[in-house]
Each structure stands twice: as C-alpha cells, then as structure tokens.
T-cell receptor, first 112, second 114 residues
Framework: AQKVTQAQTEISVVEKEDVTLDCVYETRDTTYYLFWYKQPPSGELVFLIRRNSFDEQNEISGRYSWNFQKSTSSFNFTITASQVVDSAVYFC?????????FGKGTRLSVIA | EPEVTQTPSHQVTQMGQEVILRCVPISNHLYFYWYRQILGQKVEFLVSFYNNEISEKSEIFDDQFSVERPDGSNFTLKIRSTKLEDSAMYFCASDTGTGHQPQHFGDGTRLSIL
C-alpha cells in the first residue's frame, strides 16, 4: 500500500527564517512520482513540483528547494527566507500504479 | 495557461437532495479525477475516469456517487442522496494520461449539507 507521512502538523516561523517541511513515503512500486502542493487559505490546490523516482537530483526554484532521497524514502521541501504569503497548508503526495495519495499536510504559519 | 474550472464554487444543499458538481477539464487531457477533502483533513481520491468509463474508484465512491462526461467538455460528479458527512471540498483534476499523475486541480467546490 502507498503511504505518505508528514509528521509535522503545524510549523510556525518568523518571516525571513528558513523552514523545511518533511515528507516520508512508502511504496512497493519501482516507478513512482512525488508531488508537493500548496493550499492557501482560499482553499485551492496549487501544484509546486513533480519528481519521478529515477531522478534524485535536488531542485531549486527561487526560494523553494526540494531534497529527494530514495535511500530514506524522503522528499523534503525547504522554503528559504520565508514570507507571510507562504502561509498555507502544504501537502506531499505520491503516485505509483495508483492515483494520488496525499499526506495529512503541514500547516505553515509565517509571522511578520 | 489552461486551467481546470469547477462550478459552483460553493453549493448548499439539504440532506437527502441530489447534487451535481461540474468540472471542465483541460481540453487535451484524457484522464479525469474527483478528490474530496473534508474540512481540516487530507485530500482523498474518489474516482478516475478515462475513455468514458471509470478506471478506478476508492471505497468512498459508493453507490450514492456517479460520474459522467455528458459532452466533450464537462465532467460531473453526482451525489444521489446527500448525507451530512458528504460536506467537504470536492476537487476535480485532469491529466494528459501518462500514468495517474494529476497535476492540474480546479479551485474546488465547497459542498455544505444542511
């Protein structure tokens, strides 16, 4: 069975701090995809990144970076120099031979 | 950039009534999905649809639920006799079909059952 664990339920940081959101997954599929989505207070799901299981290169996009480590089944997400607009619930998700399985989400609050 | 659009944004319905949630997937996408998010909880898969039939469904998607692609653009989710516990945000998603990898979600329909 596929499973995604986001152990951090809520994180609160002061603006400009760096913050890392953890994601650990379980799957028996050899080919799978990992995702991060952002859900701001308005409720929509905003796609941030998709990474396939064969690509362990870390990725940076502006203030966002992702660290994929197959050896520890983790796909962590770091926001550098956080801003108030980063306040949202962040979901990690996994897709193999089944539709998307989401973690429970981490609520990030960035305080000015 | 093309978007998945959902209507209405908020639907209030009496318990026991039928409700239809509508979605317009991205035009060149082949796979369509419905997900549900009960307030404060995680997003859960309901059903996937391909080539005019259900390709996969979860245990949540019981006989009260049905999906349809009535024309070339719309994709609907019908709940036949709503219950209080159907209150949730319902997200539609679509994908090009390279595996089950929906990346494009609509803004959701918040369904409130009274």
């Amino acid at each position: 069975a596929q499973k995604v664990t986001q152990a951090q339920t809520e994180i609160s940081v002061v603006e400009k701090e760096d913050v890392t959101l953890d994601c650990v997954y379980e799957t028996r599929d050899t080919t799978y995809y990992l995702f991060w989505y952002k859900q701001p207070p308005s409720g929509e799901l905003v796609f941030l990144i998709r990474r396939n299981s064969f690509d362990e290169q870390n990725e940076i996009s502006g203030r966002y970076s992702w660290n994929f480590q197959k050896s520890t089944s983790s796909f962590n997400f770091t926001i550098t120099a956080s801003q108030v607009v980063d306040s949202a619930v962040y979901f990690c998700a996994l897709s193999g031979n089944t539709p998307l399985v989401f973690g429970k989400g981490t609520r990030l609050s960035v305080i000015a | 950039e093309p978007e998945v659009t959902q209507t209405p944004s908020h639907q209030v319905t009496q318990m026991g009534q039928e409700v239809i949630l509508r979605c317009v997937p991205i035009s060149n996408h082949l796979y369509f999905y419905w997900y549900r998010q009960i307030l404060g909880q995680k997003v859960e898969f309901l059903v996937s649809f391909y080539n005019n039939e259900i390709s996969e469904k979860s245990e949540i998607f019981d006989d009260q639920f049905s999906v349809e692609r009535p024309d070339g653009s719309n994709f609907t989710l019908k709940i036949r006799s709503t219950k209080l516990e159907d209150s949730a945000m319902y997200f539609c998603a679509s994908d090009t079909g390279t595996g089950h990898q929906p990346q494009h979600f609509g803004d959701g329909t918040r369904l409130s059952i009274l």
